[in-house]
Nanobody
Framework: QVQLVESGGGLVQAGTSLRLSCAAS????????MGWFRQAPGKEREFVAG????????YYADSVKGRFTISRDNAKNTVYLQMNSLKLEDTAVYLC??????????????????WGQGTQVTVSS
């Protein structure tokens, strides 16, 4: 089992930045690919960014490419999502997830085995 707890969400203005954190406990964090997803009201959960176990490969949704950066610190069992130039459409609950496919970055929710509860990000004009 892997337990995931997100933090860092909040209410921010468009154009500003926010950094989300996801702290993991339980089984070996470093053996998992980690992903960030988001879900807005009335919409399906969508992939945002992912990073392989070593940090050597990252992958981003087109909607956030160039604005968001995913990173991880295996010594701290934590994965981060730095979000810059936030837009109104970035408003959602952000969830981190762990995937056993540790040498690639899956985008499908079914490929992730463990999920956090999520943290709310609200971007205002």
């Amino acid at each position: 089992q892997v337990q995931l707890v997100e933090s860092g969400g909040g209410l921010v203005q468009a154009g500003t930045s926010l950094r989300l954190s996801c702290a993991a406990s339980g089984r070996t964090f470093s053996s998992y690919t980690m992903g960030w997803f988001r879900q807005a009201p009335g919409k399906e959960r969508e992939f945002v960014a992912g990073i392989t176990w070593s940090g050597g490969t990252t992958y981003y949704a087109d909607s956030v490419k160039g604005r968001f950066t995913i990173s991880r610190d295996n010594a701290k069992n934590t994965v981060y999502l730095q979000m810059n130039s936030l837009k109104l459409e970035d408003t959602a609950v952000y969830l981190c997830a762990a995937s056993r496919y540790n040498n690639r970055v899956p985008v499908a929710t079914l490929s992730y085995d463990y999920w956090g509860q999520g943290t709310q990000v609200t971007v205002s004009s």
